[in-house]
């Protein structure tokens, strides 16, 4: 395997490990701080605020640079504020560094795309750039749940410590293993945000910021879903993060091999289809105890199969402006996560079972479906026919 994949690959799971953990020991943080927990969810916020930030600013500001340097400042950024985040003496540094430490996510991952891209062999493009997002489903897997066990149990200080020392790791294997591509000179500040003066750029953001949210109107709550809906015991969830995690570990290979064998916008609508049938499935079978581990695996599985064929879909579509659209994709997938955990809550808020936002996620994915098959029959197919 290409050595600059892996490299790629260990920026994924670093940045999953920061970017999820904080759900696992907010209650730890709040503690600590002497907080509540809803204030200490800020810095959860404040981190999907910073990556929608940092996405498409920083690869406007930095697109005259080679990726290689660019990648390599994006980590940096990341190993010195995730570490101050570990240290921070006082609530405003914590908050601060926190919001800046994803200012990196959607830069990285924009970047890495279109790297990942550029190193593949011809028609394997979508398959190495699942490679770079195997870092995060590995966080998901094993990362997640390590840094979890650790900050409950001694601190969340050593946790966010070790993912800073990670980016470090990170660092110096893109320092290493990078290849020195060259900047692609045409590029300007101009001209990457005026892909978004395009209609179908704004459509792209729909599907994946819709659609996407099905995911995480089921996920957000897949906790009080399995407890008191399918009576796993609460002592069992890590079981159930771990059979997720593992699902989206192989649903990532399985999106960019199905993207490269019949085009990731058809590789995208069968993903979409795919998740609203799983959550259906959820939806109806949750109160059935067995059934709730091997759908944690399925769902998670083909929720996941989604992302490769999305970057592919906006790397092909933004000639000129490839790096800026990838990486906005990535503020586009916190806006679906933003969405989803706010539109599943509705009815919850009514009284309705924890099973519920799985109905919100079928019309989100259903959605999400509907609109990458408009983006292919009004942009992709009239540009094959030209």
Not at 2 to 18: C, F, P, S, Y
Not at 318 to 334: P, R, Y
Request: proline share 5%.
């Amino acid at each position: 395997m290409n050595k600059a994949l892996i490299a790629l690959a260990l920026g994924g799971l670093a940045i999953g490990m920061t970017e999820f953990t904080m759900m696992g020991i907010l209650p730890d943080i709040a503690k600590d701080l002497q907080i509540d927990i809803p204030t200490a969810s800020n810095l959860i916020a404040l981190y999907a605020l910073g990556v929608v930030v940092g996405a498409p600013t920083l690869v406007a500001f930095t697109s005259s640079h080679s990726p290689r340097k660019v990648l390599l400042f994006l980590m940096l950024l990341f190993f010195v504020f995730n570490g101050i985040f570990a240290i921070a003496p006082n609530k405003l540094l914590l908050l601060t560094s926190r919001f800046v430490a994803g200012l990196p996510h959607g830069a990285f991952f924009g970047v890495g795309s279109v790297v990942a891209a550029r190193l593949a062999k011809p028609g394997k493009e979508a398959q190495a750039i699942s490679i770079m997002f195997t870092g995060m489903t590995i966080a998901n897997l094993a990362g997640v749940p390590l840094g979890t066990y650790v900050g409950h149990h001694y601190s969340w200080r050593i946790t966010y410590a070790v993912i800073s020392l990670l980016g470090l790791v990170t660092f110096l294997a893109l320092y290493f293993w990078m290849p020195k591509l060259e900047a692609n000179k045409s590029n300007n500040i101009l001209k990457q945000i005026g892909y978004f003066a395009r209609w179908d750029a704004w459509l792209m953001v729909a599907v994946i910021a819709i659609g996407t949210g099905g995911l995480f109107a089921w996920i957000s709550y897949i906790a009080p879903l399995v407890t008191e809906v399918s009576g796993i015991p609460a002592d069992r969830v890590p079981l159930i993060m771990i059979l997720i995690g593992l699902g989206m570990f192989f649903g990532n290979i399985m999106g960019g091999k199905l993207a490269d064998t019949i085009s990731p916008s058809k590789a995208a609508i069968a993903s979409f289809t795919a998740m609203a049938v799983c959550l259906c499935v959820v939806f109806f079978t949750a109160h059935i105890t067995y059934l709730a581990y091997p759908m944690a695996f399925i769902t998670g599985m083909i929720s996941f199969s989604i992302g490769s064929p999305l970057q592919m879909m906006l790397i092909n579509n933004a000639k000129g402006a490839e790096t800026f659209a990838a990486s906005a994709g990535q503020a586009s997938f916190n806006i679906g996560n933003t969405l989803g955990a706010y539109l599943g809550a509705v009815p919850i808020t009514m009284g309705y079972a924890y099973n519920y936002p799985s109905l919100v996620g079928i019309v989100m994915a259903s959605m999400g479906a509907v609109l990458a098959y408009i983006f292919l029959a009004k942009v992709v197919r009239p540009q094959m026919n030209l």
